[in-house]
């Protein structure tokens, strides 16, 4: 069992990158196309369009999918009658954040009110691929998840440009009405897939993608025959701490919205779009994977601190010490080829960045600031990583009483993150750099709650998890403290070249770094290959 979920959860982690890199190739390119014809401060309305569609659909629905994921007696029926509370959810919560916006000092756009409503419509639409995404997470059907969101990806694209080229060339001005008419694309053609894919999939195992009535049990009992009260509650228990999360995740959108200019906020997306382009293509489905993966090998001893002694020695079984033992490779292994990876990011990505942003976004951009805060932004990536997977393996194990204490944690983790982009905003000035650094701040505290309590967790179940086992070899990282200062050195080295020069300068240096960090860490990479590989 734990083997079959082992495998399915690398093979489907492949698909979700492989059609992630494709879809965001055929985008990135209609992309660079696309900036120039936008300005920066289009651009910023854009990102306040975005973000209220992600805070409806994260307040309606994250703490149920999180929730939703742990395993229950009720199976993927008591998950999918779950998951229609999101769409019950997402009306109200919608319509009170669209009423928030349009009463505070919304910049003047045309069709900006327009747009919003359209984004209204749009999270509903999203909301009700709900059911359906549940049934595939549960049985891990990432294929279907992978060309749902690879498809909707390509469709708002190609709906967003079309509209801004064809306002373009008949000389309309429809402000931020491509980028509601993109959204509205993606959720429409999202919802449609998962629909259509799961349909067979429910009539073949015996589930059904519509609210069924479920029969209560002394271990499991259902509110209105429908509804799960252990789901429910762990829901309940999740919803602040999700509140929280979604602070630190948008807080860096929400303070740049009240701290700066509409061009300054075009600036810091399209910096942080480019810099977690990466973290979309390649870690966000390791994230979605490897949780689903902790939740199914570690699920006899996820409740910990709820369960009673008898419970608790009867989960400690040889099977689940093995699964557990698993889990805590499968932890490490992940963990330790960040960090790897992580020593080329720190070492060559601040001056490799505004180099590729000239040559993808032109030197428009790079003279508007965005260079120098993409630079920045190369410091933040690896935190993305590490964080994403520490805190799927954290919220797929975690016991409820464990989930409020991380939820209190969360609320610290908000005060720093506030405190640093105050004195990086305001004392110091230093504008959407000082927001990113206040991002990894952010990060590394999170980081380092979600390692503590994976070493704690391990601790407990017998099984040795040590953090210096997650430390790159000692040889790579004397090599990264050296690799900036000789990228300074020979700066103009082949300035006569120009930019291209410069590029084959970093270029030359970055791989030739990147192939000493591999050779110093061949033993462990290739013992990660053949362990994949079986």
């Known amino acids: 069992m734990s083997d079959d979920a082992v495998s ?27 900036l120039r014809f936008l300005s920066p401060e289009l651009l910023g309305v854009g990102v306040q369009l975005e973000l209220y569609i992600i805070s409806t659909l994260y307040f309606s629905r994250e703490s149920l999918r999180i929730a939703t994921q742990r395993k229950s007696d009720g ?46 419509v749009t999270a509903m639409i999203e909301l009700f691929s709900e059911p359906a995404f549940v049934a595939v997470q549960q049985n891990m059907l990432y294929r279907t998840r992978a060309a749902a969101e690879a498809t909707a990806v390509v469709i708002k694209t190609l709906a967003t440009a079309g509209l801004v080229f064809w306002s373009h060339n008949q000389g309309l001005n429809l402000g931020v009405l491509p980028f509601a008419v993109g959204e509205l694309a993606y959720s429409s053609t999202l919802t449609l897939v998962y629909l259509s894919q799961t349909a067979a999939v429910a009539q073949s195992k015996g589930f059904s993608l519509l609210p069924n009535a479920m029969k209560s049990s002394p271990s499991n009992r259902y509110f209105y025959s429908l509804f799960s ?72 001893s996820s409740t910990g601190a709820d369960e009673s002694k008898a419970d608790l020695k009867k989960a400690q079984s040889d099977n689940s010490k093995k699964n557990i033992n698993k889990a805590a490779t499968i932890l490490r292994d992940l963990l330790r080829v960040y960090s790897v990876a992580s020593l080329v990011a720190f070492a060559v990505g601040p001056t490799a960045a505004p ?139 082949l300035g006569q070249y120009g930019l291209l020069g410069e590029l084959v300068r970093v270029g030359a240096i970055g791989s030739s770094f990147a192939m000493f960090v591999l050779l110093t860490e061949r033993r462990f990479l290739l013992n990660c290959y053949q362990r994949f590989r079986s």
């Open 8 to 34: 399915q959860s690398a093979k489907g982690a492949t698909f979700l990158i492989l059609l992630q890199i494709g879809s965001r190739a055929v985008t990135f390119a209609l992309n660079q196309i696309l």
């Open 75 to 120: 199976g993927v029926q008591a998950a999918i009658n779950v998951s229609y509370l999101a769409i019950a959810a997402g009306l109200p919560i919608g319509a009170i954040l669209a009423q928030m916006y349009l009463g505070m000092n919304y910049p003047d756009v045309p069709y900006l009110t327009t747009a919003l409503r359209i984004g209204q």
């Open 229 to 300: 009260t252990t789901l429910l509650s762990l829901s309940a228990s999740l919803y602040l701490q999700t509140g929280i999360k979604w602070l630190l995740t948008e807080g860096d959108k929400l303070l740049i919205a009240v701290l700066s200019t509409l061009e300054d906020q075009g600036t810091y997306n399209l910096s942080a779009n480019y810099g977690g382009l990466i973290a979309r293509m390649l870690f966000r489905p390791i994230e979605d994977s490897s949780r689903n993966l902790f939740a199914n090998l570690c699920t006899t």
């Open 355 to 493: 180099l590729l942003l000239q040559l993808v976004a032109g030197s428009r951009w790079t003279d508007s600031g965005a260079g120098d805060v993409l630079a920045v932004y190369t410091w933040c990536i690896p935190l993305l990583a590490v964080n994403g997977v520490s805190e799927a393996f954290v919220s797929a194990t975690a016991s409820t009483k464990e989930l409020q204490y991380q939820s209190m944690w969360m609320g610290f983790f908000s005060a720093g993150f506030a405190a640093s982009a105050y004195l990086f905003l305001s004392v110091l000035g230093l504008g959407a750099k000082g927001l990113v650094l206040a991002n990894c701040v952010n990060m590394a505290l999170r980081i380092i709650f979600n390692l503590g309590f994976a070493r704690g967790y391990f601790q407990r179940n017998g099984v040795s998890f040590s953090l210096m086992d997650l430390v790159p070899n000692i040889y790579g990282m004397a090599a990264m403290a050296v690799v900036p200062s000789l990228l300074s050195r020979t700066h103009g080295l």
